[in-house]
DNA sequence: ATGGCGTACACCGTACGA
């Protein structure tokens, strides 16, 4: 059973790069980020062509997130974090059903923060405060649970392709981390760590300064993955290729593969 | 060096991202 994760920004203009990769890449369930589109303007037809079921949850201009599924997406569909209020769509989670049976599915377009100390960074950080509250009832009534996204931190310095001059900066903050480390704290493994991976491995390039040929970028797009699916956990990897396409994303989509064993 | 690039919206510049 396949996962991904791709923060497609603007599936506008990125939707036939997701079609002709859905194509390659035949997945049980994939979310989306930054799809950037109200829901009265979302591909729905496109994507249920391509042999998806979908569930999305968007607004003019920024933010906006999607769920699709090979098979049906069960009740309970969940949209942004309950019980926090918050005019930015920013949180999909529903139940898909595969190869492996049920899992919980969540997608997630974490707050960027801008800035240690600015007004977005303290959303930031209540957003996350909220994600965690709510994600330990959501792991004690589904154990079987993925939550997937973009984070918008780096977990680590080896996460980051210049540790010293990202110091303390957005992403890399030691309030930032500690909220990562405290969602593992909950029952969840970044399934990305669980294997040996190359180094200097990213999910994203900043578009300017020819960065994703030099290979400079930070690894902030994560699947975390809960105790209870750790053990079927066969492959995680980032695929960069899409990132070498004309118009691409800044970010590379993640995909985690769950074995039955 | 707060630049660089890309997207959206609106209107030919500004906000935002990471």
């Known amino acids: 059973m396949k996962l991904a994760t791709w923060n497609v920004n603007s599936l506008a203009v990125r939707l036939p790069q997701l079609l002709d990769w859905l194509a ?8 989306l980020q930054e799809t950037k589109l109200s829901d009265d303007k979302f591909p729905q037809a496109e994507i249920e ?7 999305f949850h968007g607004q003019k201009t920024y933010n906006g997130v999607a769920l699709l599924s090979r098979g049906t997406l069960a009740e309970r569909l969940v949209k942004n974090i309950p019980n926090h209020d918050d005019d930015q769509a920013r949180l999909i989670a529903g139940t898909v059903t595969g190869p492996l049976g049920a899992v919980r599915v969540i997608g997630a377009y974490f707050p960027n923060g801008q800035a240690p100390g600015s007004e977005k960074f303290a959303y930031k950080m209540a957003w996350l405060d909220a994600l965690q509250g709510w994600l330990r009832e959501e792991l004690a009534a589904h154990p079987r649970l ?12 080896r996460d980051v392709h210049d540790p010293v001059a990202w110091a303390g900066q957005i992403h890399c903050t030691d ?35 020819l960065a994703f040929r030099k290979n400079q970028g930070l690894r902030i797009d994560h699947i975390l993955v809960s105790d209870a699916l750790k053990p079927h956990v066969a492959a995680c ?19 985690v593969e769950l074995a039955d064993r």
Not at 49 to 55: E, F, M, W
Not at 184 to 203: I, V
Not at 237 to 252: G, M, Q, V
């Open 24 to 31: 390659a890449h035949p997945v049980d369930a994939m979310v």
């Open 49 to 55: 062509a391509a042999g998806y079921h979908v569930a």
């Open 146 to 157: 993925v939550l997937m996204g973009d984070f918008n931190i780096a977990p680590e310095d």
């Open 175 to 209: 309030e930032e981390r500690a909220h990562f480390r405290a969602l593992l704290a909950l029952g969840l493994h970044d399934a990305f760590r669980l294997f040996e991976q190359p180094p200097r491995s990213w999910s994203w390039w900043d578009y300017r300064n």
């Open 237 to 255: 990897t980032i695929d960069k290729l899409p990132r070498k396409n004309e118009r691409p994303s800044d970010h590379a989509p993640v995909v």
